[in-house]
């Protein structure tokens, strides 16, 4: 079956500091894969997207990057955190309409 | 894709079946409407897709009118544990499935 991995699920940085987090997925090939933030209070939003390995769409500009170096591995990065980026980040993945999406449990960011 | 009309909050007795409703007037022929909740500080969950007939599965069931303007979602013995904020959403797909979450309703089941 297929599983997502994401992890830390709490972490709570300093402004200025880099961010990197970490999703995975098992069980699958070539998955579509996604990051969403919801900041305390408010909606999804989704930040970035990936079809396959290397190919990552941006869906609102800010002060975050993704990558995707593997199949199943979708990273999200900052260089230098902003007291805005704090909020619950969640990652999924889909093979389609069919599937629908399944998200990870999510890491909470807290910006010192 | 098409935009979704939620009632922002809604209650349900423990026991008797909670029916959330959405309206998507402007959905056209090739947009599915899809179902996800999201109970409090936890990912989305899929819960159910259309696209014309009614479809039932072990979580819910989903109503779609015959002019597809609108839906509703069934669960048909809610329990405590259905207290989540439920999400409309109609899109057509395509090779990125990018969905679009709005506010949703937030179901809460009273004992």
């Known amino acids: 079956s297929q599983t997502i991995h994401q992890w830390p699920a709490t972490l709570v940085q300093p402004v200025g500091s880099p961010l990197s987090l970490e999703c995975t997925v098992e069980?699958?090939?070539?998955?579509?894969l996604y990051w969403y933030r919801q900041a305390a209070g408010r909606g999804l939003q989704l930040l970035f997207y990936?079809?396959?390995?290397?190919?990552i769409s941006s869906e609102v500009p800010q002060n975050l990057s993704a990558s995707r170096p593997q199949d199943r591995q979708f990273i999200l990065s900052s260089k230098k955190l902003l007291l805005s980026d704090s909020g619950f980040y969640l990652c999924?993945?889909?093979?389609?309409?069919?599937?629908?999406?399944?998200f990870g449990s999510g890491t909470r960011l807290t910006v010192v | 894709d098409a935009k979704t009309t939620q009632p922002p909050s809604m209650d349900c007795a423990e026991g008797r079946a909670a029916n959330l409703p959405c309206n998507h007037s402007?959905?056209?022929?090739?947009?599915?409407v899809y179902w996800y909740r999201q109970i409090h500080s936890q990912g989305p969950q899929y819960i159910i897709h259309?696209?014309?007939n009614n479809e039932t599965n072990e979580m819910a069931s989903l109503i779609i009118t015959e002019d597809r303007k609108s839906s509703t979602l069934i669960l048909p013995h809610a329990t405590l544990r259905d207290t989540a904020v439920y999400y409309c959403?109609?899109?057509?797909?395509?090779?990125?499935?990018?969905?679009?979450f709005g506010k949703g309703t937030l179901l809460t089941v009273n004992p």
């Open positions: 999924a993945w889909s093979l389609g309409q069919a599937s629908g999406y399944t």
């Open positions: 069980g699958t090939s070539n998955p579509n």
């Open positions: 990936s079809v396959g390995i290397g190919q």
């Open positions: 402007t959905i056209s022929g090739n947009e599915y």
């Open positions: 259309g696209l014309k």
């Open positions: 959403i109609v899109y057509s797909g395509g090779s990125n499935y990018k969905l679009t």
